[in-house]
């Protein structure tokens, strides 16, 4: 039942610096290989991906596995280079919740009474809002990041065998991908020929690659460890170059309004998870 949309939220309208609202999400695994073990052992690694309310903008962590302390390590590698957010928004996965619980008691122990400067500090607490359970269509805004980061990368990289600093190059790459991507239409003014895009909200000015040698044609199995990586990226631009100008057409929007549910009316519940032959 599409109902007639509402106006977007204040965090996505209003002016603030960058990252200040962030919404958060993880994609994965992915297998990737470590070179400093024998017979060359596998192991899953995830990415934790930070979109921006305000720009769009991207960042993104690489995170070893799904527990609280390993969020929270890559939480504070994002506050280091992006500054602390005043509001977090994410689902309902036991990482996240569990990361609330340990910043909460945190500034519950800097937050005395007695003393201006730790209460001075724990004023500064972050804000943690999450999605109602099994409500994936609220955080559409960082889902869409996710997919897009997933979407190229799967299918891009898919079952070649990196080493853990061969991946974390090509998630940052992604990220600075991500982040040059065109907000809005060229002008129609003759003087105004550079797109405004979320790097400019980050640094000030557009993301630029290196120039490199096209090695989309070449053989992987020719090219050296580096060059591999680089003819990685390469692709994945390539694709997404051509991806995202198919996407910029108008979407239909619900205009219209239309009857609620109400208590009586005939409705078919979808439940996910279930097993086999049970509707």
């Not at 070179?35 to 720009?55: E, P, S, W």
């Not at 809005?184 to 895009?197: A, G, H, Q, R, W």
């Amino acid at each position: 039942m599409a109902q007639i949309m509402a106006d977007l939220p204040k965090e996505r309208v209003m002016k603030n610096f960058s990252f200040n609202v962030s919404g958060i999400d993880i994609c994965g695994p992915f297998s990737i290989k470590f070179k400093n073990q024998r017979k060359g052992v596998y192991r899953k690694v995830y990415v934790c991906i930070f979109i921006c309310f305000a720009t769009k903008a991207i960042h993104s962590e690489c995170i070893s596995d799904l527990i609280t302390v390993s969020f929270i390590e890559p939480l504070k590698r994002f506050i280091s280079r992006r500054g602390k957010p005043a509001k977090l928004f994410t689902d309902n996965a036991k990482n996240f919740v569990g990361a609330n619980l340990a910043i909460k008691k945190l500034y519950k122990l800097l937050c005395k009474p007695d003393d201006v400067l730790t209460g001075c500090l724990a004023s500064g607490e972050i804000e943690w809002n999450f999605l109602p359970p099994r409500a994936p269509n609220f955080g559409g805004l960082w889902e869409a990041g996710v997919k897009s980061f997933k979407y190229y990368l799967k299918r891009v990289v898919g079952n070649l065998k990196l080493a853990f600093e061969e991946f974390n190059c090509i998630v940052i790459q992604i990220e600075g991908m991500l982040n040059s991507r065109p907000l809005f239409p060229l002008s129609s003014e003759i003087d105004e020929i550079e797109v405004l895009t979320p790097a400019h909200f980050l640094i000030g000015r557009p993301l630029y690659a290196l120039i490199e040698p096209d090695l989309t044609n070449i053989k992987e199995n020719t090219l050296k460890s580096w060059y591999k990586i680089t003819r990685v990226f390469q692709c994945i631009w390539k694709k997404r170059s051509n991806d995202y100008l198919n996407n910029l057409q108008k979407r239909n929007k619900w205009m219209f309004c239309k009857n609620n549910v109400k208590i009586g009316d005939m409705v078919l519940v979808k439940e996910d998870n279930l097993p086999p032959l049970k509707w």
